[in-house]
């Protein structure tokens, strides 16, 4: 019974040294007798007992790693206080067990030397515009030597630059003095643009006056040209009317009276006028004959229409 016993004592301690599961995303390396034999995917996996056994266990996850703050000196010899991100991930169990004694240092430690190479061939202002380049360059440099580790570098990034307090108030009174600039600039832009307007709206309104101006006189002219053509027709018609009354019988006699009221009419408005002296003809025949002058003229107008 006792032997039983001991028997199924012994063969569960082989069953629980021959049995190895192995997480998901985990690879556990295997040595046998003191040398590499085998890296378990994860599952259920049967070693040999007291022969194997499991000298290291690697996550395969994505991993992140803090890069503690350091001094970095850019080219134009200016202080920043960097620190930033690592993300890597384990693709070789076997390289990351025996390529280092310990691949987290490191790649924290060639990560820091990296950056500090990448920075120092910087001016201080490049600094903060190119952080994209200087983490792939970080990326790069680190990747290529951590291949010998088994470590596949994923990406970088800087989480703080800070230089000193002496430059941050220089480039604080820099970018005050830019945008104060910018102000004054804007600020005569707009004065200009306000003297071109004005300028544009007077011609506009020079030009729009001068237009009116024109159309007026324009207009003015048509009238006055309408008005005299209205007359002279109107005179023209009034002439054809009174010709039309002396062809008539009894026009030329009404025509004769007529005269002689206009030549009494006109002595009569000379009389009237205490300024003016009339000298009135001994020979009131003179009136008579200058009646039949006027009536000449008449009879000689109508001749070539008879």
């Avoid at 890296?39 to 000298?55: E, R, Y």
């Avoid at 070789?92 to 430690?109: C, F, K, L």
Wanted: net charge neutral; glycine share 6%.
């Amino acid at each position: 019974m006792e032997i039983a016993i001991l028997l199924i004592v012994v063969a569960a301690i082989f069953v629980t040294r021959a049995v190895k599961i192995v997480p998901q995303q985990t690879a556990w390396v295997i040595e046998r007798l003191g040398k590499y034999h085998a890296s378990l995917a994860p599952g259920l996996n049967i070693i040999v007992p007291f022969i194997d056994k499991v000298a290291y266990k690697h996550s395969l996850k994505e991993i992140p790693l803090d890069v503690p703050s350091q001094v970095c000196i850019t080219r134009d010899n200016t202080q920043l206080q960097v620190d930033g991100i690592l993300y890597f991930q384990v693709t070789d169990p076997m390289r990351a067990s025996y390529g280092s004694s310990n691949y987290i240092v490191a790649v924290t430690q060639l990560a820091q030397t990296s950056l500090r190479s990448v920075i120092g061939k910087l001016e201080l202002d490049k600094t903060f515009e190119e952080r994209d380049m200087i983490n792939a360059q970080v990326v790069s440099a680190i990747d290529e030597a951590a291949l010998n580790w088994g470590v596949k570098v994923l990406r970088y990034e800087i989480k703080d630059l800070t230089p000193p307090a002496e430059i941050l108030r220089a480039m604080q009174a820099q970018i005050t003095a830019e945008r104060e600039k910018r102000a004054l600039i804007a600020a005569s832009e707009g004065r200009r643009q306000e003297q071109i307007n004005i300028a544009t709206g007077e011609r506009e309104a020079f030009i729009a006056r001068s237009e009116g101006e024109k159309q007026a006189e324009i207009n003015k002219a048509q009238g006055e040209a309408a008005a005299i053509l209205a007359v002279a027709e109107a005179t023209a018609g009034a002439i054809r009317q009174v010709a039309e009354a002396i062809r008539q019988p009894g026009g030329q006699e009404a025509v004769q009276l007529k005269v002689a009221e206009k030549a009494v009419e006109a002595y009569a408005s000379v009389a009237a006028d205490a300024t003016t002296t009339l000298i009135v003809p001994s020979n009131m025949t003179e009136v008579s004959a200058l009646i039949g002058s006027a009536m000449k003229m008449v009879q000689a107008g109508k001749t070539p229409g008879a």
